[in-house]
């Protein structure tokens, strides 16, 4: 069962939550309606068999990024340097 933990909010924790698809409705009430909202919280797979592959075309992105870094640190520090110095 939720917890109120805080005013209008409740917490659920991860151990009392079997694995499961559980259909869940939701009141809303304000000083001059009320509303009713259905939704399922599916508890069935858990987020370590969410697996990230990181592709080609993100690896060229870090890869240009990290290049090119370092080249517009120079520029601007070379601009700072030069702005103090005449000829």
């Known amino acids: 069962m939720a917890?109120?933990?805080a005013p209008g909010?409740?917490?659920?924790?991860?151990e009392s939550v079997p694995a499961a698809r559980h259909p869940l409705t939701?009141?809303?009430?304000?000083s001059d309606s009320a509303d009713l909202l259905?939704?399922?919280?599916?508890t069935t797979v858990g987020t370590a068999a969410v697996v990230h592959?990181?592709?080609?075309?993100?690896r060229a992105i870090w890869l240009g990024?990290?290049?090119?870094?370092?080249?517009?640190?120079?520029?601007?520090?070379g601009?700072?340097?030069q702005?103090?110095?005449?000829?």
Do not use: M, Q
């Not at 909010?9 to 991860?14: E, S």
């Not at 592959?53 to 993100?58: A, D, I, L, R, Y």
């Not at 990024?65 to 520090?77: D, E, K, T, Y």
């Open 53 to 58: 592959v990181h592709t080609w075309g993100e």
């Open 3 to 5: 917890k109120e933990t």
């Open 79 to 81: 601009t700072s340097s």
């Open 65 to 77: 990024a990290a290049v090119l870094a370092p080249g517009r640190r120079r520029f601007v520090a």
């Open 83 to 87: 702005a103090g110095t005449e000829k």
């Open 9 to 14: 909010v409740y917490a659920l924790t991860a």
């Open 38 to 42: 259905t939704t399922t919280l599916d």
């Open 26 to 30: 939701i009141s809303i009430e304000t």
